[in-house]
Nanobody, 127 residues
Framework: QVQLQESGPDLVKPWQTLSLTCTIS??????????WSWIRQAPGKEREGVVCFSSYDESTNYRDSAAEGRFTISKDSAKNTMFLQMDNLKPEDTAVYYCATDLVPLCNWDPEDVGSWGQGTQVTVSS
């Protein structure tokens, strides 16, 4: 069974930077069959996609336009780990962040494509 687990700092001030880690087991992050995504849910709001990496064309897709230029998705194949670096954080970035696999190689942002989710990790941006 594929398992994902997020971890990282949970409190940061505005304008600062933090990085989240997604530890993966049960599947290699180098597979070209999946897409890899970061999702978030802010308090009182619906879950939304943030950024996705497509193995089909090795492209990065920003579902949230506000993340482009500030958030970077990356992976470490040797450690089978995925990262989300978040720069210039804002209070509106406060949310529970999830990493996920999509069982298609394209970033379609279709919830039915999601294969596995992590349990989520809280990120709070506050002064």
């Amino acid at each position: 069974q594929v398992q994902l687990q997020e971890s990282g700092p949970d409190l940061v001030k505005p304008w600062q930077t933090l990085s989240l880690t997604c530890t993966i087991s049960g599947v290699s992050i180098t597979t070209n069959l999946y897409a890899w995504s970061w999702i978030r849910q802010a308090p009182g709001k619906e879950r939304e996609g943030v950024v996705c990496f497509s193995s089909y064309d090795e492209s990065t897709n920003y579902r949230d336009s506000a993340a482009e230029g500030r958030f970077t998705i990356s992976k470490d194949s040797a450690k089978n780990t995925m990262f989300l670096q978040m720069d210039n954080l804002k209070p509106e970035d406060t949310a529970v962040y999830y990493c996920a696999t999509d069982l298609v190689p394209l970033c379609n942002w279709d919830p039915e494509d999601v294969g596995s989710w992590g349990q989520g990790t809280q990120v709070t941006v506050s002064s």
